[in-house]
């Protein structure tokens, strides 16, 4: 347990570590009916980043949450390896760049597939005799 509170202490994962403490606390005040989970969808353009369709604070929270996740499973595979600084530094400067790319390409997956299964427009109703629009 404490190698695991460990890696989420250490260098790059407190970065995502603190992004994913905000994107809980925002949560929470969602829950408590604060927010709205939709604030920030007139500020932020999700189709832009090919994560439209969704609001942009449950694309952002899954983008944090797979970064996150991704810089906690790299520091847990490469902190036992006992390498020299100069290997750290540039292990960590690897998942510091490539732990968003992935979570961002894992989201943007993720919400094509949720695009697909739950478009916004939905398909016209099947005729029905007596109906009013008859």
Not at 61 to 67: C, D
Not at 82 to 99: C, F, I, N
């Amino acid at each position: 347990m404490w190698t695991v509170i460990d890696a989420a202490a250490s260098f790059p994962t407190h970065v995502f570590t603190a992004a994913l403490l905000v994107v809980v606390c925002f949560w929470l005040v969602v829950a408590a009916g604060v927010a709205d989970s939709a604030c920030f969808d007139e500020d932020i353009d999700g189709d832009a980043w090919g994560l439209g369709g969704i609001p942009v604070a449950a694309s952002f929270s899954l983008m944090t949450a797979f970064a996150w996740t991704g810089s906690l499973c790299a520091a847990l595979l490469t902190g036992p390896l006992g390498a020299s600084w100069v290997l750290t530094a540039l292990a960590s400067g690897v998942v510091l760049a490539g732990a968003p790319l992935l979570a961002w390409w894992l989201t943007r997956a993720l919400v094509r597939l949720l695009r697909r299964r739950h478009p916004d427009e939905h398909a016209p109703s099947a005729y029905l005799p007596g109906s009013p629009l008859t």
